[in-house]
């Protein structure tokens, strides 16, 4: 009996490598988002350098963005079909060669092919829609806070590689920037995805959530009411997609990411430029983004556990209304020049912005977690692509039509306020509920 005992409080002891795979969705999710949100820095940089019209340049963000909402759904279905290696290593080459050849941008076409295209693809294979797949068979009762530790990638990508790009940018020149992007490319996410990602637990001999082999029987019953729970309206992991595609549920838990991303993206690829054009330093507009971005890092942690505890629907609004904080006093900058709106503007945006990701897995997850749940997360994703393509061109038409960005930053702050009742619409916890072991 003291043996058993024993062994089993040696087996609570062991390391579950899920977290493993949690600390590489973290590094390959920084370079995911430092690669999109270095673009704001680029941006400036090559309009100052080529003269090119504020929209004409974003369009080259909406490219990559329309490329990610092509490919998301194909990369979310090859990670389960295929395997995640040979997904997301042919991804970092192709994301590293972009950059490389973005050294040698000339053109507008040049910039749309080789970041718009490129860099586009390849990009997707280390983002959100991948890992979200991957990290689904690692976890279910610590979904929340998985999802968020691993979402905390994308501020530290923005945190690290935003400033570090603008220093570049600086003291280099951009094409410079491009180049050691490339080679941290090469570097970091790439070996560490080809050693040390894992599909699924039981590859390694382990469980879901590093449950003892002891409790097998236990996650049998969970299986078996898993499958149960397919059967509700409310949970749709087991049901055909067709049928999937029919429910309320799946057009609100599609439409609330792709509203909100768009009102991201309208803040996250402009406001350096806004702050520039009120004569706000280059560096500290760069500097300051940096921050929102370690904020965000942190309080995507926070959002995601605190989800698993208080529900998904109460942490997204209370996220909601940070985020739509953050961008009032933002606009109050245009109007009182007062450096502590900049601070409010990023302690609320940050805070609001790090509620995204997290609840984007999660909810999505309680949801549709199943045979189909490489596909469909895939599918919002490439929606939440388009909200993005949109979110980057729409401020810069606005703005090459008004000279002022106030109605593309109104535009942000009602689609969050729209994207919150979307999400009770949703209700996941009602599927929680009726899948009471996630």
């Known amino acids: 009996m003291q043996s058993v005992e024993l062994k089993s409080n040696l087996a609570k002891r062991r390391f579950y490598y899920g977290w493993v795979i949690v600390g590489l969705s973290m590094v390959s999710m920084a370079f995911w988002f430092g690669t999109r949100t270095t673009f704001s820095v680029f941006f400036v940089a090559l309009i100052d350098h080529f003269h090119w019209g504020r929209a004409e340049a974003a369009g080259a963000q909406s490219i990559a963005m329309i490329a990610y909402m092509i490919m998301a759904p194909v990369i979310g279905t090859l990670v389960d079909r295929i395997g995640p290696r040979k997904v997301i290593v042919p991804g970092i080459l192709l994301t590293g060669l972009g950059f490389l050849l973005c050294t040698q941008i000339r053109t507008l076409f040049q910039f749309y092919l080789f970041f718009g295209i490129l860099v586009g693809i390849g990009v997707t294979c280390l983002s959100i829609a991948p890992f979200t ?56 996410p790439l070996p560490l995805n080809a050693i040390f990602l894992k599909h699924r637990p039981q590859e390694m001999g382990l469980l879901v959530d590093g449950d003892l082999p002891t ?158 749940f490489g596909l469909i997360y895939g599918m919002l994703e490439g929606v939440i692509g388009l909200g993005a393509a949109l979110g980057a061109w729409v401020p810069g038409y606005i703005y090459d039509q008004s000279q002022n960005y106030f109605w593309a930053f109104m535009i942000a702050l009602i689609l969050n306020l729209i994207s919150i009742l979307l999400v009770w619409l949703a209700a996941p916890r009602k599927s929680r509920r009726s899948h009471p072991f996630v």
């Open 133 to 188: 797949v991957i990290l689904s068979h690692w976890f279910e009762r610590k979904r929340g806070t998985a999802n968020g530790l691993a979402a905390v990638g994308i501020g530290l990508g923005i945190f690290i590689l935003v400033p570090l790009i603008q220093y570049l940018i600086s003291t280099r020149g951009w094409p410079s920037a491009f180049f050691i992007f490339s080679l941290l490319t090469f570097a970091i």
């Open 215 to 372: 409790r097998s029987s236990e996650v049998g019953l969970r299986d078996s009411q898993n499958q149960k729970g397919a059967s509700s309206p409310l949970f749709h992991g087991d049901k055909e997609l067709g049928e999937i595609i029919k429910t309320a549920q799946f057009w609100y838990a599609i439409l609330y990411p792709s509203l909100t991303t768009l009102g991201v993206y309208i803040i996250i690829v402009h406001h350096v430029r806004y702050l520039v054009d009120l004569g706000v330093d280059k560096i500290w507009a760069a500097s300051l983004f940096a921050v929102i971005g370690a904020l965000s890092a942190g309080f995507r942690l926070f959002w995601g556990w605190f989800s698993d505890h208080m529900g998904r629907e109460i942490t997204f609004t209370m996220g909601g209304i940070c985020f739509s904080s953050g961008i009032l006093f933002l606009l109050l900058f245009q109007y009182f020049h007062a450096m502590m709106l900049l601070y409010l503007f990023a302690l609320f945006f940050g805070a609001g912005w790090g509620v995204t990701a997290p609840m984007f897995m999660s909810i999505t997850a309680d949801l549709f977690k199943g045979k189909h």
